[in-house]
């Protein structure tokens, strides 16, 4: 029996191992700097590093007392974390023969990439990103560092007074380093100095107000985040890994290598990437991908609109179900996160609702939890021809588990291979929603979205591959050019089919136009040192020998 994974968690930044906004930290504001000075940048990572949250664990109310001697750290107000940019790292002076170990494409950062990406569509990023994104040949408008501020909220729904009190000493201590570190303004929204993020807020009776874990398009997001060793405490991980991890051949769930998501630990192919030099700089650490999305909500809520009269009449359903049901064919998902493998037909999934409204009257938390647990824990074995969840929706692109097993519908279960394929293309998604989307009072010309910040080992094998060739491409899910249905590009003929079930005698349905309904709106490559790194970096002795 392998030993548990212990990761060093007070040496890894905070956001690495944990979903804020899914952990009490509902409000977030993102700022980016520029350096013009090494001095100047090193001194002011130096004031800011008592200000970054680790991931050591905070105690929980529902948890017992730690043990005597366990290390952790009091549940902040606000959660702090600092990325770079390639160009940032140059700009402190991080030596060249250390840089020239990261890897091409965050050399390259994502604007000279947005062709690979996919992101030159509709429009030119030139066009359609935010300003503050661009620097168009000005090295004062380089993007350098990211610092993610994510907040407690307060019963009305405004972040805590310490959000305003954090980015006001922050802005004190740029202030200080008189010109030589700026803060990039440029952001669309309320306040060009930065991106200020929010979840959707709820109303509870007495009027106090709640987060809600949905994004604009009404789905309920971030379920389906993988789990990797080290991540949660040894008791906890036999409940968390499922559904989350690896899908072992004989159909067990594992937890993921460390080394998909973080440096110098072994990855899932038992290597440990190689990296920038010393090895105390890469450990650790990772990257992400910060993407701001746009969503043409009016866009989306129309054409489901009309292709629901369509399909309620080929179906011969009520305009209800009709689009509830399309909704879900093209997520994989009904819109509260109940996966059409477990729930296949609208009837079916009114059933779950109301056995959760039950058990929940009655306190009933064992129903409960097996409902929760069924979110995730799900294959597509039993769902060869995609016709209870289509080969072409978001949910079997982005986490195609073991679909790609070449011997998927073998009847020997030892031919079986799991999710092996899938395995080394894995992200951990973090961000929070932006901007507002009432019903009926929605244009697209609006701030509304969701900031992602795709978070891997590996840019280019898990990032970049998933966004172009599983969400830009049909070719693995057997469904020609056809891109995804939400987040890809879609052209004037863009198209959707949505698999006919053998058993129902109804033919398949091919939603037609879709209009585009996620659009970039700015993005780069970061770099998320180790809090040794972090330190290396501030006293500028970074020694690649």
Partial sequence: MSMAVQLDLADIQGNVLTAYGRLGFPKGRFLLLNIADARAGRTLLDMLRPYVTTALRWPSSKDKEPPPGTVFQRRPQVAVNVAFTFWGLLALGVPIRTLRGMPDEFIDGMPARADILCDNFPKHIEEA???????????????????????????????????????????????????????????????????????????????????????????????????????????????????????????????LAAGEFLLGHPDESQEIAGGPMPLDFARNGTFIAYRKLHQNVAAFRDAMDRMAVTFAKVMQVGQEEACET???????????????????????????????????????????????????????????????????????????????????????????????????????????????????????????????????????????????????YGLDFNTGNDTCPIVGNHGEDAKFVIAADPASGKPPFICDRLPQFVETRGGEYFFVPSMTALRMIAAGIVDPT
């Fill in 129 to 255: 990103w935010d300003p503050v994104w661009l620097w168009r040949d000005d090295p004062r408008r380089r993007v350098h560092v990211l610092l993610t501020l994510n907040a407690q909220m307060n019963d009305d729904g405004t972040p805590v007074e310490r959000l305003d009190e954090v980015t006001r000493e922050i802005l004190g201590f740029i202030h200080a380093m008189q010109g030589k570190v700026t803060l990039l303004s440029g952001h669309r929204g309320a306040d060009e100095r930065w991106q200020d993020l929010s979840a959707l807020l709820g109303s509870l009776p007495d009027g106090t107000k709640t987060p809600l874990p949905t994004e604009h398009f009404g789905f309920v997001d971030a379920i389906g985040d993988p789990v990797f060793e080290g991540q949660h405490e040894p008791d906890k991980m036999a409940a968390r890994v499922v559904g989350q991890g690896k899908l072992l051949p004989d159909q067990s769930w594992a937890p």
């Fill in 326 to 472: 399309l909704k879900a064919k093209i997520a994989g998902r009904w819109s509260d996160g109940v996966p059409l493998i477990s729930a296949p037909t609208y009837p079916e999934w009114r059933a779950v609702q109301a056995r959760r409204v039950a058990a929940a009257k009655a306190g009933d938390r064992a129903t409960l939890a097996a409902l929760d647990r069924a979110l995730v824990d799900f294959t597509f074995r039993d769902d060869p021809l995609g016709a209870k969840c289509p080969f072409g929706s978001h949910l079997r692109r982005s986490n195609t588990r073991d679909m790609m097993d070449p011997l998927l519908t073998s009847p020997d279960p030892k031919k079986w291979g799991g999710s092996v394929l899938n395995n080394r293309r894995r992200l951990l998604r973090r961000g929070l929603p932006y901007g507002e989307a009432a019903p009926g009072a929605t244009v697209d010309d609006q701030e509304h979205g969701i900031v992602m910040l795709a978070t891997c080992a590996s840019l280019f094998r898990q990032f970049e591959f998933v966004q172009q060739q599983w969400m830009q």
